[in-house]
């Protein structure tokens, strides 16, 4: 991918915005590597290649996660409203909409 996650010249970035772009594009990166292990076990007929790719999509998701962590740690708001979405029951929209409301 290269330098392709800034869309302003970087020179003119803060170091903590750049970090957040490559934060932003290690998530994309990852949630791009779970989707292509689903696809592959979704064909995949040997047990043991398919045990192997269930294990390596593991791993892919605690990437995932700690990325997806650190981002939140940067940004508060994104966090608030996350807490009324994530790990929550009942309606998905509606949760969102709570979240929304909360940090408006």
Request: aromatic content about 10%; proline content about 3%; hydrophobic content about 35%.
């Amino acid at each position: 991918m290269g330098f392709d996650q800034y869309h302003e010249p970087p020179e003119e970035l803060s170091q903590e915005v750049r970090t957040f772009a490559r934060m932003i594009t290690s998530l994309i990166e990852e949630a791009e590597a779970i989707s292509w292990y689903e696809q592959r076990m979704s064909v995949e007929k040997d047990p043991q290649a398919r045990a192997i790719m269930e294990n390596a999509q593991g791993e892919e998701f605690k990437h995932f996660g700690v990325d997806l962590e650190f981002l939140l740690r940067q940004k508060e708001d994104w966090r608030a409203e996350l807490k009324e979405i994530l790990f929550t029951t009942g309606d998905i929209v509606k949760a969102g909409e709570r979240g929304e409301k909360k940090v408006d």
